[in-house]
């Protein structure tokens, strides 16, 4: 494992005179395996995620159920989940294949 990751949910809700909020909750923070996109034999393998910029690897959290409306924070960038799947149905370890989310503004 090579870094620290944290699994982030984002709930907008809405006050009774009908103004936005937007809260963070941090569901798990967990050490993670991550692999960049480059040429190597399993990025190739995956061409069908063109979007996905990075993977995640790490184990399968208890309780926990990460979907494709969560986000990772790691390193200070924030990624989209595009992709959540169990390694080898074995339920030990989560894969997650994950797009950069770059902010439009600066």
Same mark, same amino acid.
């Given at each position: 494992?090579?870094? =620290? #990751? ?5 709930? *907008?809700? *809405? ?9 963070? @909750? ?15 034999e399993r990025? #190739?393998?995956? #061409?069908?995620?063109?979007?996905? @910029?990075?993977l995640f690897?790490?184990? @399968? ?9 969560? =986000? ?15 390694? *080898? ?10 797009? *950069?989310?770059?902010s439009s503004?600066?």
């Amino acid at each position: 494992m090579n870094g =620290f #990751a944290d699994i982030v949910q984002v709930t *907008k809700t *809405k006050d009774s005179e009908g103004f936005a909020s937007i809260t963070e @909750t941090v569901l798990a923070s967990v050490r993670v395996y991550r692999e960049g996109r480059h040429g190597s034999e399993r990025w #190739a393998n995956l #061409a069908v995620f063109s979007e996905a @910029t990075d993977l995640f690897r790490f184990r @399968t959290i208890l309780g926990v159920t990460i979907t494709t409306e969560h =986000f990772i924070d790691c390193d200070g960038d924030r990624f989209n989940i595009t992709s959540v799947e169990n390694v *080898k149905s074995r339920g030990m370890y989560t894969e997650i294949l994950a797009k *950069k989310v770059v902010s439009s503004i600066g």
